[in-house]
């Protein structure tokens, strides 16, 4: 449910930089309008996104197991702020070049999927309640 969530919220804050790069770029000329810089971004931060998978599950996984009270707490908003943040790596793709490039910041976003499904397959459902 959480990743869900969190899938959610990615969704958001990539449809809603679109619109946003859409009203304010025309004025602005694009940041990364150089290819080269461009595809330094993207490879950064896509490699970011992908090599941050396993941290993370490994990190939710040890919280989930934890004896604090907090634990399942604490677990939900990690697993939906673990899915959702490569959104906000997509935004300097998605905002600072020009349209040519938009792309990558969508392929970027799009690891959230990935991370939904790492969420499903390695995260428990619900974590243990402590008592």
Do not use: C, H
Request: charged share 5%; proline share 9%.
């Amino acid at each position: 449910m959480s990743g869900g969530i969190g899938l959610a919220l990615g969704l958001l804050v990539t449809l809603s930089a679109l619109p946003i790069r859409n009203l304010f770029m025309p004025p602005l000329p694009p940041l990364m309008a150089i290819p080269l810089l461009a595809w330094g971004i993207f490879l950064f931060f896509l490699a970011l996104a992908l090599l941050e998978i396993p941290l993370m599950v490994y990190g939710l996984r040890k919280i989930s197991q934890g004896k604090s009270q907090n634990a399942p707490s604490v677990t939900l908003v990690g697993n939906a702020v673990y899915v959702g943040f490569p959104a906000v790596y997509a935004l300097p793709n998605l905002l600072l070049s020009n349209q040519a490039f938009v792309w990558m910041g969508l392929v970027i976003s799009a690891t959230s999927l990935l991370r939904f499904v790492s969420s499903l397959l390695f995260l428990p459902l619900v974590p243990d309640e402590k008592t």
